[in-house]
């Protein structure tokens, strides 16, 4: 005996990415705003006078990479239930990359999920983590190997928040901008040597072309099957310096800069970039004070985080490498040895 379950379906999960002053918003439900601290002393003032509800709330928690885990998962959940909320309530991410992802992942199982919107405020998350629907958070083993894909209702990108901006963050951001334009669009990366993305009008229409970039990405291929991975260049070693860190010595984007420098000396290696393109690049991270080197103490251990990676699979490891500027190559048939050399250039005693 046979029983079919038919779930065929077309889902338009669409939504809009707005780059401009937030509007005046009202929602008729239960709210949530997500955020932490500095965020919350910084810009909740701000937030407030644009937003209302028919129930308000605000749940605070922890700011840093180091406090994406369970435990701020089950604060935020707790006050959903001690407030009774239900499938018609909505939460709203306000913060970076972390605040994001977590508020993603908590709409994605709260009672097996609502909806959510995004108003990020920093660099990063505005031209980077706050489209796509990635949710998650970390745990002992890795970075994001807990989450997942739920797209959030809207986009809210206002570079007002930008002007807070520690020069770090602002540096990590760019790292995430430049890794789009190596990977999918050569005159953007050219445009980005020459220009100041200190000037406001700049960097609006610089962010514009970002997040136009991964939204193109994301259309094609929500679930990370293939093109989407290319997004990633740079995470498979940024992530396994950040794990060995412990989320403490660097942000994301300045993991994922040292990440990227790696991922050219591999590609040099495999005769995918110049050396004239290995230094364009390094250049242009340092021109907004990125690290640019890392200090590897166990290159075995280094090696083996690699499996946690999630693109890989098995006994094979994906790597996302540049295939000169504006292309990308991702494979799983890099030679063992090959990274190893490669590696054994960013050792340490």
Known sequence: MKVNISLKKVVDESYEILIDTLPKIHFDTKVAIVTNPKVAGLHLGYLLSKITAKELYIITIPDGEEYKNQQSIDTILESLFIHRFNRKSLLIAFGGGVIGDMTGYVSSIYQRGIDFIQI???????????VGGKTGMNNGFG???IGAFHQPKAVYIDPYFLKTLHRREFGAGVAEIVKMAVTFNKEFFEYLQSADLHNPEILKEVIKQAVQTKADVVSK?????????ALNYGHTFGHVIENETNYTGY?????????????NRLALKMGLLSDTEVDAVRSLLQKYALPTHYTIKDVDAFY??????????DAKITFILPNGIGDVLITDSVDKSVVLEILQEFGGA
């Open 221 to 229: 291929d929500e679930k990370e099957h293939g093109l989407r991975a």
């Open 120 to 130: 990020p405020t920093t660099l990063l998350s505005q031209v980077d983590a706050s």
């Open 251 to 263: 942000l994301h984007g300045e993991a994922v800069a040292i990440g990227m420098i790696m991922a």
């Open 304 to 313: 083996e985080a690699f499996f946690l990676d999630k693109k890989s699979s």
């Open 143 to 145: 970075k994001n190997l």
